[in-house]
DNA sequence: GACCAGGGCGGCC
DNA sequence: GGCCGCCATGGT
C-alpha cells in the first residue's frame, strides 16, 4: 500500500514511489521551502508539510483530500515503471525514482510557467513569492496564490517591479483573459485542443503550453521540449534535428501516453547530471 | 563581459 | 507554415 490517510494527515508507506526532494526539485512547482528539515509546499490558497521520517514521510495539512489528488496518490508508479522498461531509460528512472507528476491549479500553473520563460529557477520562485506576498490572501503564516482577479487589478510596472522583466505584459493580459471568463478547466478537453486553447494566451508558447498540458491537467502525452530536452535528443536520437516542434512530435510518438512520464525522468536526470554544452558551428 | 536560465513574440519571408 | 532578432534580470 502506498499510503494511509486519517483526518489531516496522509502517511506514505512506500517510498519508493515518494521521494519529497525528487518531487520538489524536477521543476513542477515553485512555491516550496525547506525549513528545519521539513518541505512546505504552498498551492493555491493550501499549505502542507512533508515531514521525512526513518521509514515514511507525513503529509499533514489542513485538506488531506486536496493533497492526495495533488500529489496524484492514486497512480501507481511502479506499474509506470514496468511500462517505461521497453524504452531503456532505467538510468533516467531510477535517479528520479520518486517522482510524481502532480495535479497543480490550472490558472496559477499558467501563470507560473509563463514566468519561466527564459528564466532560472530561483529567480521564478523569487518573482512568484513576491507576487503572493504583495497579492495574495493572508492565509496566516503564508499567502495564498493570487487570484486572477487580484492579478488583473495591477499594471505591467507593477511586475516588472517584482523583476518579471518583459514576461510583466503576459502576466497582465493572461490574467485579465482569464478574469474576463477564459474558462480554465480543459480537464475533459483533448490534448491538442486544450493546447490550441492555451497557446491563444500572451506568453504562452508551445514549450509553456506543455508544461500548463502535463503539470495542470496531467495530460500525459505531451513531452515538453525545453533547453535540457534539445540536448536530450541530440544524444538519443538526431543531433542534427534543430527544430524543437519536430521533436515534440517525434518524443510524443515514441513514448505514447507515457510521454509526460518519460519527460519529466529525462529532464530532472540530465539538467542534474550533465553540464549544458556549448552548441557551435 | 559573455553566456545561461524549463522561451515567446512580432516581423518577415 | 518556418526563421530570426529581440527581449529583462540575476547568477556564474
Not at 62 to 72: G, I, P, Q, R, T
Not at 111 to 120: C, D, K, R
Not at 208 to 224: N, S, T
Request: net charge negative; with cysteine.
Amino acid at each position: 500500500m502506498l499510503y494511509t490517510k486519517e483526518d489531516n494527515r496522509i502517511t506514505i508507506r512506500d517510498l519508493s514511489q515518494f521521494d519529497t526532494k525528487h518531487i520538489v526539485d524536477c521543476g513542477q512547482l515553485f512555491r516550496y521551502e525547506t525549513r528545519d528539515g521539513n518541505v512546505e509546499i504552498i498551492a493555491e490558497n493550501k499549505k502542507c508539510v512533508l515531514k521525512t521520517q526513518k521509514d515514511c514521510v507525513i503529509i499533514e495539512s489542513d485538506d488531506a483530500d486536496y493533497f492526495e489528488n495533488y500529489f496524484d496518490l492514486a497512480t501507481d508508479y511502479n506499474a509506470v515503471k514496468a511500462l517505461l522498461e521497453p524504452f531503456g531509460i532505467d538510468k533516467a528512472i531510477e535517479y528520479g525514482n520518486g517522482i510524481r507528476l502532480l495535479r497543480q491549479s490550472p490558472f496559477e500553473t499558467i501563470i507560473s510557467f509563463i514566468v519561466s520563460a527564459n528564466n532560472n529557477i530561483p529567480r521564478i520562485k523569487g518573482i512568484l513569492n513576491r507576487m503572493a506576498d504583495a497579492l495574495g490572501e493572508d492565509m496566516g503564516d503564508y499567502r495564498a496564490f493570487p487570484t486572477p482577479e487580484a492579478l488583473a487589478r495591477q499594471n505591467a510596472a507593477f511586475y516588472k517591479s517584482l523583476g518579471a522583466g518583459y514576461r510583466a505584459e503576459y502576466i497582465v493580459d493572461t490574467a485579465r483573459r482569464v478574469a474576463d471568463g477564459y474558462d480554465v478547466d480543459l480537464y475533459d478537453v483533448p490534448t491538442d485542443e486544450a493546447r490550441k486553447r492555451l497557446l491563444s494566451l500572451m506568453g504562452v508558447g508551445d514549450k509553456v503550453a506543455d508544461c500548463i498540458l502535463l503539470f495542470a491537467y496531467r495530460k500525459e502525452d505531451v513531452f515538453p521540449v525545453d533547453t535540457w530536452v534539445k540536448k536530450i535528443y541530440a544524444d538519443l536520437i538526431d543531433e542534427r534535428e534543430k527544430n524543437p516542434k519536430t521533436m515534440a512530435k517525434i518524443l510524443r510518438n515514441k513514448f505514447g501516453n507515457l510521454a509526460g512520464y518519460a519527460q519529466q525522468y529525462l529532464f530532472y536526470y540530465y539538467r542534474n547530471n550533465f553540464v549544458k554544452e556549448k552548441s557551435e558551428d
